[in-house]
């Protein structure tokens, strides 16, 4: 019996179709036995199924990286619990392009990266994303989740440092300098986590159109500090309505506060609404709520732990932004800072590294406009009305 040559080669012959024996040049295949045909057949397939992936795997983070003459920085966007991101500092050149690619394992998140505008949108569990990015200036930027993923979603950062290589210092003193704002609050005593407690708060919505007619009416008589940009941010609601009583006693309440609503919303103009508003609903909702109203869907976990704390002094829930003696007490520069700053302890994420000067007051504009848009029956005063 004549054996093929590879059944030959195993050592044994499994068996040979007689039909084979007459063939004079059988073409390869027909030549191997049963056994070798499933063992080439396997072969096949293994190579589809490694050898494809790894040839898309291949192009992906050697090839193309190679060929495009960018450096490809992988990052894990993992919820904080699970590592967070990984890694979560990143060197690079000043002027050196890179490719950031996420890839997310467990949970949806969102992917922006701070002063770049940035923001590569939702990435769910098993997506890649991926930006090209040139950094201009030394600096310490923030990349950050900006998806509500766990109660520690706001953990969820990672610093990409810019380094010149003529100044391999000057990352380290790029934007580290002190915030006038924050300076002048500290200057004049201010403490921004102390109890506020104003003595009028308006009963009713006001209108800020009732109180932009009003403004043009009155305008001689009224006070030249509510058309100072500086006196209106370091001076809460309830000052300017006590300054209001003041010079224009012969107004109601309701329009004292329809003024107060025009001065403390007229700063946000219809793009930087747009703006704030979509930020807001990705950084601030899941806590403070849609409206502002302290009733995000992660308010009641958070409240209740603020609540058996002994730490904090003033506040005890995620802030509302209601009319309300406290946020009538509320000034626009300690928003600020809260902002920058953070709450101390409190859950309230520190928003300094994300948002820059100009964005920050684009959303404490807003704030604003939430508080002076709908009123909730909050509590009353007797100088309301
Ligand atoms: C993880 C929950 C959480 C998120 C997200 C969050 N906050 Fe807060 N925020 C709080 C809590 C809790 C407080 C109250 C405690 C405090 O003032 O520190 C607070 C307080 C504040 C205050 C101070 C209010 C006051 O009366 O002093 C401001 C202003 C504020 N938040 C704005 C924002 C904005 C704007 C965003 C989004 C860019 C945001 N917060 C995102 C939890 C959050
Ligand atoms: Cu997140």
Known sequence: MKESRGAREQGRVDFVSPLLLRTPAPPLLLMMSERNIERLALTVL????????????????GLRPAWSGIRTIDVIAAAPEAGGFQPASIEVQKGEKVRLRFSVPDVTHGVAVAGLGVDLGQIDPGQVKEVEVVFDEADVVTFYCNTWCSPNHWRMRGTITVIDPADPQAHLQAGSGPD?????????Q????A?????VVPTETPSSAAGQALIEQHRPSLPAQLFESDWLRQHSPAEAYLLLEEHLPQLTGEQRWDIVAYLWT?????????????EYAKNCAACHGE???GDGPAAAAINAQLQASPMVSMTHQVASFAPSPQTMAATMDI???????GGMGTSMPSFGPIFNEAETWKLVYYLWELTFTQTESGPTSDHGH
Request: charge should be positive.
């Open 180 to 188: 006038p704002v924050i300076q002048s609050l500290i200057a004049r």
């Open 291 to 293: 409206t502002g109203r």
């Open 335 to 341: 928003y600020y800072a809260k902002l920058r700053r």
């Open 266 to 278: 007229a700063p946000l103009s219809p793009e930087d609404r747009a703006w704030a508003s979509q």
């Open 190 to 193: 201010v403490d921004i986590d």
């Open 195 to 199: 109890p506020r407690e104003a003595p």
């Open 46 to 61: 293994v190579l589809i199924l490694v050898g494809i992936p790894l040839a898309v795997f291949g192009y992906q983070y």
